[in-house]
């Protein structure tokens, strides 16, 4: 059983709808990542947030929005995405953000499809 | 950007065999490094750390080549549910290059 979980774990919109992702973890992480992954590549980091605050934005476009509300939830918000943004969406943490981390907790993923 | 490369395989190799793969670096100051394996559809876990003095858990061995920058992975009595793919991922202290994954192994195990 995974420790960080996510909703939903698949999700169908359309180019002109908004969906949220959902994150939450209760192992006391510091810090909380965004990653998207397409079939046969490895996963590909979006945002990381440290204490709460946004650490890293890979150039991510705007139509993905995160949000951080406490250190336990993280969200993505979607908006006007395209089917080139289908993709699994995963969410992991780790207990910081500082040298010698990499021990990732991963979430099962949300599955978007993008119509 | 600094790269990690692994082989993509797929390795097909029968059951009970061993089986090792690599994964270089490029950045001399990669700090840690890790195996990840992740199953079709799943998402990644970790599998191991890796230490410079290697590291066993009962069938995996995890080694580290600083010298010549690489990490490896050996899985011995190779199982069919060791059938996954094996990410390859590199930490360092330059902020670009903070967690870096390669592109993953395939392993088929076959029976």
């Known amino acids: 059983d995974t420790e960080v979980t996510q909703t939903p774990k698949h999700l169908v919109m359309g180019m002109t709808n908004k969906k949220s992702l959902k994150c939450e973890q209760h192992m006391g992480h510091r810090a909380m990542y965004w990653y998207k992954q397409k079939a046969k590549k490895p996963p590909e980091l979006m945002f990381v947030?440290?204490?709460?605050?946004?650490?890293i934005n890979e150039s991510v476009p705007s139509r993905f929005s995160p949000e951080c509300p406490n250190s336990s939830l993280l969200n993505l918000h979607l908006h006007a995405l395209q089917p080139e943004d289908s993709a699994l969406y995963l969410c992991?943490?780790?207990?910081?953000?500082?040298?010698?981390?990499?021990?990732?907790?991963f979430g099962e993923g949300s599955r978007l499809t993008v119509l | 950007r600094k790269e990690v490369e692994q082989d993509p395989g797929p390795f097909n190799v029968p059951e009970g065999a061993t089986v090792a793969f690599n994964c270089t670096y490029s950045n001399s100051a990669s700090q840690s490094f890790f195996w990840y394996r992740q199953d079709c559809r799943k998402e990644p876990k970790l599998l191991m750390s890796?230490?410079?003095s290697g590291n066993e858990d009962g069938r995996f061995t995890a080694q580290l080549n600083r010298a010549s920058q690489y990490i490896s992975l050996l899985i011995r009595d190779s199982k069919l549910s060791d059938s996954a793919t094996y990410l390859c991922v590199v930490t360092s202290l330059n902020r670009d290059d903070k967690i870096i994954f390669g592109k993953g192994t395939r392993l088929h195990i076959l029976p």
């Open positions: 992991a943490s780790s207990q910081d953000f500082a040298v010698g981390f990499g021990e990732l907790f």
């Open positions: 890796v230490y410079s």
């Open positions: 947030y440290s204490y709460e605050k946004l650490s």
